[in-house]
C-alpha cells in the first residue's frame, strides 16, 4: 500500500533552520506532484509548498516565501523542505501530500518553534 513517511521535526529556537523530508513507498513517486502541508493546533490545515513532478517548478504560500525551499529526489523516492528563517508561527504539524488523481497523506512530524 501506499505509504508516505515524513521525519526531520523537532525542536528549533526563532531564527534556526530544519530540513524535513517524506519518503514514499508503494507509488510510482516521479508520476506524483508533491506538496507540504501544516496544520497548527485549533487551525485548518494550509497549503505551505508545491514541487512539480520533474521537480522543475515550484510554488510557495506568501507567508514562507524566501524562507523555506521544496526540493525532490525521484530516484530515492523523497521530497524535501528545508525551513530556514524559522518563526514561533510556523509550529504545527507538517505534512507531506502525493497528488495525481488520487490524493495521499502521511501522518506528520511535528515542528515546534520556541525559544
Known amino acids: 500500500q501506499v505509504q508516505l513517511v515524513e521525519s526531520g521535526g523537532g525542536l528549533v529556537q526563532p531564527g534556526g533552520s530544519l530540513s524535513l523530508s517524506c519518503v514514499a513507498s508503494?507509488?510510482?513517486?516521479?508520476?506524483?506532484?508533491m506538496s507540504w502541508y501544516r496544520q497548527a493546533p485549533g487551525k485548518e490545515r494550509e497549503f505551505v509548498a508545491f514541487?512539480?513532478?520533474?521537480?522543475?517548478?515550484?510554488n510557495y504560500a506568501g507567508f514562507v516565501k524566501g524562507r523555506f525551499t521544496i526540493s525532490r529526489n525521484n530516484a530515492k523516492n523523497t521530497v524535501y523542505l528545508q525551513m530556514n528563517s524559522l518563526k514561533p508561527d510556523d509550529t504545527a504539524m507538517y505534512y507531506c501530500?502525493?497528488?495525481?488523481?488520487?490524493?495521499?497523506w502521511g501522518q506528520g512530524t511535528q515542528v515546534t518553534v520556541s525559544s
Open positions: 508503494g507509488l510510482s513517486f516521479s508520476n506524483y506532484v
Open positions: 501530500n502525493a497528488r495525481s488523481g488520487n490524493d495521499f
Open positions: 514541487i512539480s513532478r520533474s521537480g522543475d517548478y515550484t
